[in-house]
């Protein structure tokens, strides 16, 4: 969606009493800043809170120049700037926003006939609270939360696992109990499909969005973190060490929180975070204390789990990873399927790690994609593996698999038993490499892998497409349209689509039902989300899709 543009908000209307007092004309005024519009993806946070927006506008009666800020005066005139950037008490928040953060509706500080909406980090929906509004935007603006005034009934802030949340911008909801949690994520689900796919929604072509399936573990149980620092060009004497840690969410005051001051924080431990992880970090946090001073810039440190399973002997050949003050590598032992493993923490993004899932071992480069929560993954390759049952197939008839997307062959190795044939495809040839190498650590002998490009990906598919479904896992940004009439033209007869990004899954299957060649020969069977990030706004949906 293009961004919307603003003109010059409505001016105060001059007494007609006074008359004009100035024979002489006035100097022009000179606006030395200007307001940039950027282009948005519709289906990015910003993006979708355009939808929300109008939204709200809708549901009070309201226009968009009811609710524009003057970006000129505000960026130009400090006074200007000092009336709209406030504290205003009495706020109400109306709802959430796709990023998890409380949207409220206030006066507006220049008309009396205005209102502004604003986003409030930390604020839940029925929370009466006091705010500071400090950024302006065209049609919206940004404030810290500074107090709660009276709680809503979500809110119970016992609940808190953590003493950075409140600032940190990891976590939005350990404030929330957890099935709220998980019907907060049913509704992002649902007005996705809302904004994205309202000719479905209008036509009642949509089936009803299911529960989400919820994490066995709500903490602690995060295999990758990403800390990272800011370290000045030119270090003074006096310069103490940077914070390591995540970004702030402003400047927020409605609780104490550790992690020091600045735009990152520095934390010590991260609550979702598996312990392994949390070892990792420590002990780079000690290395970084003793070499921060070689860096030219900031960084990133990359803590990712890995899992060492034993040789026919029993051993474990321990040769990477992050080590203790002792220069010992961290490990921790544990047991998984009646098998004893051997955890550690790789800090370099090169070097291959393994994880273990449902009796399955996967190798891939540490720095690339792979899933982050392994406590649910079990549940949702099950849950993949028996979407791709074709209803009409026959007792003995072949099926088969097209992983689309298949990256280092999680879905198709984990789905193969199920499926006389997988072919893997993935633009990575790297990927490939590990996938190939998976199926043989697994034994899995029905599977191939192929590079593939985007524009050409069913080109070398042989399968007969009446017995052939398709899995989707495409990036964030999701699948293009080229891509999507392939998919149509090639005609499967099941589709199971899995996403990081709900919004534009919701887009894709729009366009792809209502605007390619055979698109019209399906229906969305179901949409189901999955929380792999317990305690956050994100969640992932399987969208399912079957011919008619």
Not at 217 to 239: A, C, D, G, M, S
Request: proline letters at 6%.
């Amino acid at each position: 969606m293009t961004p919307i543009q603003m003109g010059d908000p409505k001016r105060p209307i001059t007494d007609p009493e006074q008359g004009n007092v100035d024979k002489k004309p006035k100097p022009q005024k000179r606006y030395k800043k200007k307001y940039k519009a950027k282009d948005v993806d519709p289906t990015s946070p910003m993006g979708v809170l355009q939808f929300e927006i109008k939204e709200i506008l809708a549901d009070l009666g309201l226009t968009e120049d009811h609710i524009k800020n003057d970006l000129r005066e505000i960026l130009n005139d400090k006074s200007v700037e000092e009336i709209y950037h406030r504290e205003v008490t009495d706020v109400e928040i109306l709802r959430l926003s796709s990023n998890g953060d409380g949207l409220a509706v206030v006066q507006h500080p220049v008309r009396s006939d205005g209102k502004q909406i604003v986003i409030v980090p930390f604020g839940l929906p029925g929370d009466l609270v006091k705010i500071r509004i400090f950024k302006s935007h065209p049609l919206y603006a940004e404030a810290d939360l500074l107090a709660i005034e009276k709680p809503g009934k979500d809110r119970d802030d016992s609940l808190i696992n953590c003493k950075y949340f409140g600032r940190c911008s990891g976590c939005q909801y350990q404030n929330v109990d957890y099935n709220t949690q998980l019907e907060f994520k049913r509704n992002t689900i649902a007005n996705a499909y809302k904004f994205f796919a309202p000719v479905l929604s209008k036509n009642s072509q949509l089936p009803e969005i299911s529960q989400t399936q919820s994490s066995p573990i709500q903490y602690n149980y995060r295999t990758k973190l990403t800390p990272h620092f800011n370290v000045p060009n030119k270090i003074p004497e006096n310069y103490t060490k940077p914070n390591v840690g995540f970004g702030a969410k402003g400047r927020p005051q409605w609780k104490e929180t550790a992690g020091g001051e600045g735009s990152v924080m520095d934390i010590e431990e991260c609550s979702i975070g598996t312990p392994i992880v949390l070892k990792g970090m420590t002990n780079e946090r000690k290395r970084f204390e003793e070499e921060y001073k070689k860096y030219k810039r900031g960084a990133t440190i990359l803590l990712r789990e890995n899992t060492i399973l034993p040789d026919s002997e029993g051993k474990f050949h321990i040769d990477q990873g992050s080590k203790d003050s002792n220069d010992s590598i961290s490990t921790i032992e544990v047991e998984q399927d009646n098998k004893k493993l051997t955890k550690t923490c790789v800090t370099e993004s090169r070097a291959i790690v393994r994880e273990y899932v449902n009796g399955f071992v996967f190798e891939f480069s540490a720095g690339e994609f792979f899933q982050n929560n392994n406590s649910i993954l079990p549940i949702v390759t099950k849950y993949v593996k028996d979407n791709l049952r074709i209803a009409k197939s026959k007792p003995g008839e072949p099926n088969y698999l097209v992983d689309a997307y298949c990256g280092s062959g999680l879905f198709s190795i984990t789905c193969s038993g199920g499926v006389s044939r997988v072919i893997g495809v993935e633009v990575s040839a790297d990927s490939v490499k590990f996938a190939k190498r998976n199926a043989e650590n697994n034994k899995v002998q029905n599977a191939d892998f192929i590079v593939g490009k985007a524009e050409k990906i069913f080109a070398n598919i042989d399968t007969p497409a009446e017995r052939t479904s398709v899995i989707l896992d495409p990036p964030r940004k999701g699948c293009d349209d080229v891509f999507l009439n392939q998919l149509s033209t090639y005609h499967p007869a099941k589709i199971v689509y899995i996403s990081c990004n709900v919004h534009s899954q919701a887009r894709d299957v729009e366009w792809f039902i209502n605007n390619t060649e055979h698109g019209k020969d399906y229906y969305v069977e179901s949409i189901k989300g999955f929380d792999f990030f317990p305690q956050t706004h994100h969640v992932e949906s399987v969208a399912v899709l079957a011919l008619k």
